[in-house]
């Protein structure tokens, strides 16, 4: 059983963040290779309330097959896996996990979560408000992306997308805050 590394949280998702730019797990949206599977297991895992603090926690880089632990790696999440994955989201502090993650790759997993966890529900609204306040504290202001952040915070029919997060890149990178 591999050690785990201590994680001073207890948001499932910023652990697992902390764990993914540890190993460094790809988060390719459109990877061919494996297709981001350690997060596609991870989401699944995080639905059925588990997480990486765990000492039964599977998934690790060193690891790629699970089948037989876990099945097939989801291609799509039903909805109440996704609205459970976006209550955990919605909680979770990014600026630990942009102080703690390393550069660009934690936007990258904010993205798959943007990305595979997207549906009508209300909770996801909630989160791209929650996420749009915390990256807004990330960027410049008075800057395009400063702006773009405002109408999703305040539910304003727009919602947090991967676009929003490659201008946040753009405009955190600006900052300097980046090593």
Known sequence: MQAQTPYLTVNPFEQLCFLASDE??????????????????SFAE????????????????????????????????????KCKILEICSEAD??????????PDWLGY?????????CDHEIFGAMSSQWAMQLKKLVPPNTPV??????????DNELLNIEDLERVEYGYSRVGQVT
């Open 94 to 103: 990014i600026s630990l996990i942009s102080g703690r993650c390393k550069f």
């Open 110 to 118: 904010l993205g798959l979560v943007l990305e595979h966890m997207r």
């Open 146 to 155: 400063h702006t773009r952040l405002e109408p999703i915070m305040t539910h």
């Open 24 to 41: 460094e797990w790809c988060w390719n949206l459109f990877c061919t290779t494996c297709g981001h599977s350690h997060f596609r297991y």
């Open 46 to 81: 995080l639905a059925s309330g588990k997480s990486p603090a765990d000492r039964d926690w599977l998934i690790h880089r060193r690891r790629t097959r699970y089948e037989k632990q876990l099945g097939r790696w989801p291609r799509e999440y039903n909805d109440v896996q």
